[in-house]
């Protein structure tokens, strides 16, 4: 599993939320992607890395710009981890 994080301008509100995260669950196989206008970042769990650039050209496609991403690994965290 892996948590991509996105650094996107252009998101304003709650609906601009929305559109990046309906463009990413359209083009991409992932298991939960949110959204926050307020910090400006996507976060994005998948079981796989993403192509990059294909994750780029979807979200500015959409009118908003992706300004970095950030691919690490992902750790799902239990109910009593620390």
């Known amino acids: 599993m892996v948590k991509i994080t ?5 998101m304003a ?8 995260n309906e463009t990413i669950r359209k083009n991409f196989e992932v298991k939960k ?3 926050s206008h307020k910090k400006g970042l996507t976060e994005i769990i998948s079981e796989n890395p993403l192509d ?14 992706v300004l970095s ?5 992902y750790v799902k ?4 981890s620390r």
């Open 52 to 65: 990059e650039e294909a994750v780029k050209k979807a979200v500015n496609e959409t009118g908003y710009q």
């Open 13 to 20: 509100c709650g609906m601009c939320e929305s559109h990046v």
């Open 6 to 10: 996105l650094k996107v301008e252009g």
């Open 69 to 73: 991403i950030n691919t690490e690994p």
């Open 77 to 80: 965290k239990g109910l009593f």
């Open 33 to 35: 992607v949110t959204s």
